[in-house]
């Protein structure tokens, strides 16, 4: 159940009917009986949202291409010429033969029908597509249900972002990634205030004049204003600046004191208007950063006495504030004629003004529409740059650079306050203050800070969202659109592209930002003001993006936080790039047409016969490697025919988490959660889209292998410290194309869940997520092996050097074979051996502990942490046929090498090597004999043939020899700890001479 706000929406406008409705609310609380109102304020989402229960359909045959999100229902599906058409009231989905369009409506911008049977759909975000019809009638009403859709809306509840809200929560759908924007304003702003150490305690104060939002509808209700200047004079200020935008502070440099304020253009008129107050507040903001200097206080600077009085004492060395004015001097003058202007030197002696002679929103949206059909137009132009260059995008946007670079040096190198502004203050103003906070400071560089910088400067100062990204309610003034939000974003790309180690947020993150700017998926950018969000509750009936992109899939791996660094950028139109990844649609465009070279090949677990791409294929790094890898490795490469890759299911044993680190990829059998969590994806066929599973380990943005912490399932022999595989979802940051192309069109697992749209991946940052994995699960396995060496060193000084808890880890055996030593089982002497002849010089079978660095089964350097292992079992070629056909298969000779402690865990009886407990042997040694145990037991010399056992007769000096025969049976098990069989043959056999010795003690 959630409460009816449209009914709140209507009776906010009449403030009797609120009286009203206040007084009923009270009676409510009092009364147990539900009345009419609650009835009525009470309604399920499907009542005050309801779906289409119907929708056109052109042909039976036809499936809904993707999964509705909630509240999200189908309008029309039909066909183009090309592929399917799909028509919700939340997006536009167009699949083609190798490609498909994802496109949300609030994207839409303009609709035109082209050459009778072909629709051209142009968005906001400059992507454009083309859908071709069969009839001319066909392509008209495809165009009459695109323009009924996209109309203006009557309501602000017709926008999708409310169902969405309703849907969600009656559905019980619980999203990590979903939730209200519940920050408070107050508790934000106190703490930036407190971060940029504000002395409000005689230099500056935090004015209340705007609470009501009666002194400015676009302002804050907080405000910063030097101390000395009262709400009264900032009532006067308001009267002259336009808009009553009042100069306010938004940032200061803790080192030198000096602030950024902004504003909008003086009112000054034909006739040269001017005002006392607004001089007297400029002043009031040159002396409050002299007297307010940060870390060097006043006790470093020379102080004077004004002429004014004794008791007046200024700083010697005020500097003046300086002016920006993102117009050109030919703009701000002609402004005086509708009644703007800028402020006049003569009049504000303690100021200095500077013109930056950027364009205004018209000069923008017409280079942005450029850009547009640019993008639109073939790629294989050969004077595409040129054209580019005639958009003047790019001039644009390094003008706004440079302009943030001014106000960033006069406050870095020259520690002058700024002011700036442009003619309303709410487009070119909060670009260039917003830029020159990010250079400044490295807080606006991370995820939290970012959006408390979009938040106060864009939503909180009152740029207007709603008319400038055309999401307005009833009517809608072309001519007030203008991407200024989205230049800005592309501005910040451009800036991580300079520094890409400087930023928290990835690319991926500015990109899906400049989709829900205009998505209407979230209510975070709806309306113009802060004013009109409170009043239609729009943080309490909608989710947040923050919340959304507040991600571990944002994070960019190469952010490295330093303190006090400022950023300064190359402005130079020549250090400047598309934004391609938003512009061309590079990620619809990508998952059919790109190039075989620049595809990534995929690891296939499956095996099969398929053909193998050129090219080696990458790897995951198993153990072994990590253990020797150098810190520049590139991509390691693997096949399939790695010895190290297990995929089967019939494995004797389950190794430890320690010791099985060998084994990185997952089996067939294995459930991937997907990269937004929400869901598991079965990998039935695992050689297909093979997503990432990535967690969030805290709020540094590092991520760990999710597969590192599920639990082991019986009957699976794959680690529980696998590696993840690398995703090949379709990218708008470095698309990557899918190994079968008809398997991602017809599987929409490719969208996130949360948008619906198409998942957005970079190459880049997956390869330092995978890096920082096997960084991990190296880390991981030494701290094992170095808390396993410690134990055994403790356990081997309590107990005076004797065996540790493995009585076969002190070591190879000795050179002979046949001395088995303390770990082998014989009988006290040698008067029960028989003499066998020996049939030529017998090979050594043990490879020296000397000759070896490294493991022979996986490759892994010794150290002190991880000791050398014999295999225990070393048999000759002539004397076990079945061993020799084994190991021949196997593409071994012999064993008796050495190997480390995970490649030698296994232990069993060696009869044949006159080794009767459980010894080491290496993992072939131990699956040979286990699936060979049948053979018929060996028994050597005289304890296995026909062995001749003494017994004493009546006479003690005479000895006599009884032949017994061995009775073993042919299938010993292996687990056997003793060579039972001969030892109680030997025991009945001395009890039966037992009487003889007692009589002749007797006598």
């Given at each position: 159940m959630i409460c009816c706000r449209r009914q709140d929406t209507l009776i906010s406008e009449h403030p009797i009917v609120t009286d009203k409705v206040s007084s009923e609310s009270e009676e409510m609380e009092s009364s147990d009986e539900p009345t009419s109102l609650q009835s009525i304020c009470h309604l399920h989402a499907s009542e005050l949202f309801p779906k289409h229960t119907h929708f056109e359909c052109e042909d039976e045959t036809l499936t809904i291409p993707f999964t509705p999100l909630s509240g999200e229902s189908v309008v029309a599906l039909g066909r183009t010429t090309e592929g399917v058409?799909?028509?919700?009231?939340?997006?536009?989905?167009?699949?083609?033969?190798?490609?498909?369009?994802?496109?949300?409506?609030?994207?839409?911008?303009?609709?035109?029908?082209?050459?009778?049977?072909y629709l051209?759909?142009?968005?906001?975000?400059?992507?454009?597509?083309?859908?071709?019809?069969?009839?001319?009638?066909?392509?008209?009403?495809?165009?009459?249900?695109?323009?009924?859709?996209?109309?203006?809306?009557?309501?602000?509840?017709?926008?999708?972002?409310?169902?969405?809200?309703?849907?969600?929560?009656?559905?019980?759908?619980?999203?990590?990634?979903?939730?209200k924007d519940n920050s408070s304003y107050i508790t934000t702003f106190n703490s930036e205030v407190e971060r940029l150490k504000f002395n409000l305690h005689g230099t500056w104060r935090i004015s209340q004049i705007n609470k009501d939002y009666r002194m400015c509808p676009s302002y804050p209700p907080q405000l910063l204003v030097p101390a000395c200047i009262s709400d009264k004079i900032l009532e006067f200020v308001a009267k002259f600046r336009s808009s009553r935008r009042i100069p306010a502070i938004v940032w200061r440099h803790v080192n030198n004191g000096a602030v950024i304020a902004r504003s909008s253009q003086p009112e000054v008129g034909w006739l040269g208007w001017r005002s006392s107050e607004d001089e007297d507040l400029l002043k009031a903001l040159a002396d409050a950063c002299s007297y307010d200097k940060g870390e060097s206080t006043m006790v470093d600077s020379p102080i004077t006495y004004s002429d004014a009085g004794d008791d007046?004492?200024?700083?010697?060395?005020?500097?003046?504030?300086?002016?920006?004015?993102?117009?050109?001097?030919?703009?701000?003058?002609?402004?005086?004629?509708?009644?703007?202007?800028?402020e006049c030197p003569e009049y504000y002696p303690s100021c200095d003004i500077q013109f930056?002679?950027?364009?205004?929103?018209?000069?923008?949206?017409?280079?942005?529409?450029?850009?547009?059909?640019?993008?639109?137009?073939e790629a294989d132009q050969p004077n595409w740059l040129s054209l580019l260059e005639g958009t003047r995008w790019l001039q644009h946007m390094s003008g706004l650079l440079r302009a943030a670079v001014t106000v960033a040096s006069a406050i870095e190198r020259d520690g002058r306050p700024v002011l700036v502004h442009c003619s309303d203050g709410w487009d070119r103003t909060p670009q260039i203050v917003a830029l020159a906070q990010i250079l400044l400071d490295p807080y606006y560089r991370t995820m939290e800070g970012f959006q408390v910088l979009v938040e106060r400067e864009w939503l909180d100062f009152g740029h207007k969202f709603a008319d400038r990204c055309g999401q307005t309610i009833g009517c809608d003034d072309p001519n007030e659109r203008c991407p200024v939000f989205l230049q800005w974003l592309d501005c910040v790309h451009q800036l991580i592209l300079q520094f890409q180690c400087s930023f928290q947020m990835s690319p991926a993150y500015l990109v899906k930002l400049a989709q829900h700017t205009y998505s209407q998926l979230f209510g975070t950018f709806l309306c113009n003001t802060r004013q009109e969000r409170l009043q239609l509750r729009i943080r309490e009936r909608t989710y947040s993006v923050w919340r959304f992109l507040n991600s571990a899939a944002f994070v960019n791996h190469l952010y490295s936080p330093l303190k006090n660094q400022v950023l300064w950028p190359s402005c130079n139109v020549r250090d400047l790039v598309l934004w391609s990844e938003v512009y061309l649609g590079s990620m619809e465009s990508s998952l059919g047409m790109r190039d075989d070279k620049q595809r990534v090949a995929m690891i296939d677990i499956e095996g099969g016969e398929s053909e193998e791409p050129q090219g080696q294929m990458t790897k995951t790094r198993s153990y072994g490697d990590l253990m020797h890898a150098p810190d520049h490795a590139a991509y390691l490469h693997r096949r399939r025919s790695d010895p190290s890759i297990s995929i089967e299911n019939d494995s004797p044993a389950n190794p430890s988490v320690d010791s099985s680190t060998d084994t990185l990829i997952p089996n067939n059998d294995s459930v991937v959660p997907a990269v937004n969590g929400e869901k598991e994806v079965p990998q039935t066929n695992p050689s297909r889209d093979i997503v990432s599973p990535w967690i969030e380990t805290g709020t540094t943005g590092r991520a760990v292998c999710s597969s590192c912490n599920r639990n082991h399932n019986e009957g699976s022999d794959v680690s529980d410290t696998s590696a993840p595989l690398i995703s090949r979802t379709p990218s708008s940051i470095c698309p990557a194309s899918p190994t079968h192309q008809d398997v991602m069109l017809?599987?929409?697992?490719?969208?996130?869940?949360?948008?619906?749209?198409?998942?957005?991946?970079?190459?880049?940052?997956?390869?330092?997520?995978?890096?920082?994995?096997?960084?991990?699960?190296?880390?991981?396995?030494?701290?094992?092996?170095?808390?396993?060496?410690?134990?055994?060193?403790?356990?081997?000084?309590?107990?005076?050097?004797?065996?540790?808890?493995?009585?076969?880890?002190?070591?190879s055996l000795p050179d002979s074979v046949g001395s088995a030593g303390e770990h082998g089982e014989s009988l006290p002497s040698d008067m029960s051996w028989e003499a066998v002849e020996?049939?030529?010089?017998?090979?050594?079978?043990?490879?020296?502990?000397?000759?070896?660095?490294?493991?022979?089964?996986?490759?892994?350097?010794?150290?002190?942490?991880?000791?050398?292992?014999?295999?225990?079992?070393?048999?000759?070629?002539?004397?076990?046929?079945?061993?020799a056909k084994f190991f021949a298969a196997n593409g071994r000779k012999c064993c008796g090498k050495i190997f480390c402690a995970d490649c030698s865990e296994n232990s069993t009886p060696l009869p044949s090597e006159q080794l009767y407990n459980p010894v080491r042997v290496c993992s072939d040694c131990y699956a040979r004999l286990h699936h060979h145990h049948t053979n018929t037991c060996q028994c050597s010399n005289a304890r296995h043939q026909n062995a001749k056992v003494e017994s004493e007769t009546t006479n003690p000096t005479e000895m006599a020899v009884v032949p017994v025969t061995c009775q073993r049976p042919k299938k010993l098990p292996p687990t056997t700890t003793k060579d039972t069989c001969c030892d109680n043959l030997l025991q009945a056999v001395h009890q039966k001479a037992q009487p003889s010795v007692a009589a002749a003690t007797a006598n």
């Open positions: 058409l799909a028509l919700s009231n939340y997006r536009l989905y167009l699949q083609l033969s190798q490609t498909c369009y994802n496109i949300p409506l609030g994207l839409i911008e303009q609709l035109e029908v082209k050459e009778i049977f051209h759909i142009g968005c906001k975000d400059a992507r454009s597509l083309s859908c071709a019809f069969t009839t001319n009638e066909h392509c008209l009403e495809w165009f009459k249900r695109l323009h009924k859709v996209t109309y203006p809306r009557k309501s602000i509840e017709d926008i999708f972002a409310f169902a969405y809200y309703a849907w969600s929560v009656e559905e019980g759908k619980d999203y990590p990634r979903l939730g007046a004492i200024t700083p010697s060395a005020a500097k003046k504030v300086l002016i920006v004015d993102a117009r050109s001097y030919t703009t701000a003058v002609a402004n005086r004629a509708r009644g703007g202007g800028c930056m002679n950027l364009p205004n929103i018209h000069s923008i949206r017409k280079s942005f529409h450029a850009v547009r059909q640019l993008c639109a137009s017809d599987n929409p697992d490719w969208l996130d869940d949360v948008d619906g749209l198409p998942v957005i991946c970079c190459d880049v940052q997956m390869r330092v997520q995978q890096i920082i994995v096997e960084h991990k699960l190296k880390e991981e396995a030494l701290r094992k092996e170095l808390h396993t060496t410690r134990l055994a060193l403790i356990k081997q000084v309590c107990n005076h050097n004797a065996d540790t808890d493995r009585i076969d880890d002190i070591g020996e049939l030529g010089p017998a090979p050594t079978l043990w490879v020296p502990d000397h000759a070896v660095t490294r493991c022979m089964g996986c490759n892994t350097e010794f150290w002190l942490g991880r000791r050398k292992h014999h295999c225990r079992y070393a048999f000759r070629a002539a004397e076990d046929a079945v061993d």
